[in-house]
């Protein structure tokens, strides 16, 4: 059984640019997550996506949206991007959610 | 208050020592509890879940809850140098809610 899978692994931007990142769960999994890492703030939510609606939204600005799409594959953009949005993005599924969720493997992002 | 509280650490056993791994959440309405094992540069992995007071055994992992509390721990009996690796404590949020809040992780160093 396939995994979560994100792409792209790594991505490097300009301050200002506007980056989308793709997010494909494992099959049969509806719940999609997304989640950015940094070293000092750890996991932080951003949103959680069901059946193509959006149920959970993090504390992040308006800039940070994402949507799904009816096969539960999932996007998330960043608009105008600024030095503080380089982190690790992760994506995770899964079947319901109070099981747990499964990580994909994360993107990179860097901002300079 | 924080949401979701662990120590740092770093926590450093002997190899074959028991490790102990806390966790404090503040919201009285969650129900589901759950260990995430991240080793460096890679993705959070689940490796328990807890939904009942008490404690949940799986192989050399104990996951303990106490809700009265508000108390969630991990025990790793015989640990390894393998287990090395920064321990994720999260807790679903208020109702039920598909939203899983993290702590920020307390890494864990095993010496052989």
């Known amino acids: 059984k396939a995994g979560v899978t994100q792409t792209p692994r790594y991505l490097i931007k300009t301050r200002g640019q506007q980056v989308t990142l793709s997010c494909s769960p494992i099959?049969?999994?509806?719940?999609v997550s997304w989640y950015q890492q940094t070293p000092g703030q750890g996991l932080q939510f951003l949103f959680e996506?069901?059946?193509?609606?959006?149920?959970n939204k993090g504390n992040f600005p308006g800039r940070f949206s994402g949507r799904q799409f009816s096969n539960s594959r999932s996007e998330m953009n960043v608009s105008t991007l600024e030095l503080g949005d380089s982190a690790l993005y992760l994506c995770?599924?899964?079947?319901?959610?109070?099981?747990?969720?499964?990580f994909g493997s994360g993107t990179r992002l860097t901002v300079v | 208050q924080k949401e979701v509280e662990q120590n740092s650490g770093p926590l450093s056993v002997p190899e074959g020592a028991i490790a102990s791994l806390n966790c404090t959440y503040s919201?009285?309405?969650?129900?589901?509890f759950f260990w995430y094992r991240q080793y460096s540069g890679k993705s959070p992995e689940l490796i328990m879940f807890i939904y009942s007071n008490g404690d949940k055994e799986d192989g050399r992992f104990t996951a303990q809850l106490n809700k009265a509390s508000q108390y969630v721990s991990l025990l790793i009996r015989d640990s390894q140098p393998s287990d090395s690796a920064t321990y994720l404590c999260?807790?679903?949020?208020?109702?039920?809610?598909?939203?899983?809040?993290f702590g920020k992780g307390t890494k864990l160093t095993v010496n052989p």
């Open positions: 995770a599924s899964s079947a319901y959610g109070n099981y747990g969720y499964t």
């Open positions: 999260a807790v679903n949020g208020q109702g039920g809610s598909e939203k899983l809040v």
């Open positions: 099959s049969g999994h509806r719940s």
């Open positions: 919201d009285r309405g969650s129900q589901s």
């Open positions: 996506y069901f059946s193509e609606t959006q149920r």
